[in-house]
T-cell receptor
Framework: DTEVTQTPKHLVMGMTNKKSLKCEQHMGHRAMYWYKQKAKKPPELMFVYSYEKLSINESVPSRFSPECPNSSLLNLHLHALQPEDSALYLC??????????????FGPGTRLTVL | AQKITQTQPGMFVQEKEAVTLDCTYDTSDPSYGLFWYKQPSSGEMIFLIYQGSYDQQNATEGRYSLNFQKARKSANLVISASQLGDSAMYFCAMREGITGKLIFGQGTTLQVKP
């Protein structure tokens, strides 16, 4: 089973709201990722967790706060977002973080709209 | 630094025909992996096929096959017997060694005509 789940599927929030995106995998993967994707563009990496520790932060604004409570779960906490943060947020996982050959499996994504 | 180039922004194919989506790459690593993903309008990024740099044979997965030409640094995706459900954006990607992140091409939008 190569399933990564994400909730919610859609999220509309105001600029003063606080919300969270959730991601879960049960494949025993030790690396998990958050990507942001704008329409008609490739995904852009935001964060990488390896063995539940943050290993890469691609200079993401602090209004995005990742959290990895355990090896199966990954959260992205959102606070005081801007309209330009509206995008598709994709979670992915892979067996290891720095292997050149491991496949990353993606979840269905959360479509976020910031009003 | 690694780079992936997809030169076809959009492609059309007739249902039941084969189509080739182009991908060229640039890397100085002798060991690397190349990946193709399909992204329908629903948004999910679906893994299709993987080719390792040391694999002797071209990868195949059902109707998907990879035309891997190492000397030319190309890894084209061939979809045989196209179906309407194949209409989607297709991304070619490579893992970066230092960060492990996926380096994506700009993608190719494929439309299958009935």
């Amino acid at each position: 089973d190569t399933e990564v789940t994400q909730t919610p599927k859609h999220l509309v929030m105001g600029m003063t709201n606080k919300k969270s995106l959730k991601c879960e995998q049960h494949m025993g993967h030790r690396a998990m990722y958050w990507y942001k994707q704008k329409a008609k563009k490739p995904p852009e990496l935001m964060f990488v967790y390896s063995y539940e520790k943050l290993s890469i932060n691609e200079s993401v604004p602090s209004r995005f706060s990742p959290e990895c409570p355990n090896s199966s779960l990954l959260n992205l906490h959102l606070h005081a977002l801007q309209p330009e943060d509206s995008a598709l947020y994709l979670c992915a996982s892979s067996p290891r973080d720095r292997s050149l050959t491991d496949t990353q499996y993606f979840g269905p994504g959360t479509r976020l709209t910031v009003l | 630094a690694q780079k992936i180039t997809q030169t076809q922004p959009g492609m059309f194919v007739q249902e039941k025909e084969a189509v080739t989506l182009d991908c060229t790459y640039d890397t100085s690593d002798p060991s690397y992996g190349l990946f193709w993903y399909k992204q329908p309008s629903s948004g999910e990024m679906i893994f299709l096929i993987y080719q390792g740099s040391y694999d002797q044979q071209n990868a195949t997965e059902g109707r998907y096959s990879l035309n891997f030409q190492k000397a030319r640094k190309s890894a084209n995706l061939v979809i045989s017997a196209s179906q309407l459900g194949d209409s989607a954006m297709y991304f070619c990607a490579m893992r970066e060694g230092i960060t492990g992140k996926l380096i994506f091409g700009q993608g190719t939008t494929l439309q299958v005509k009935p």
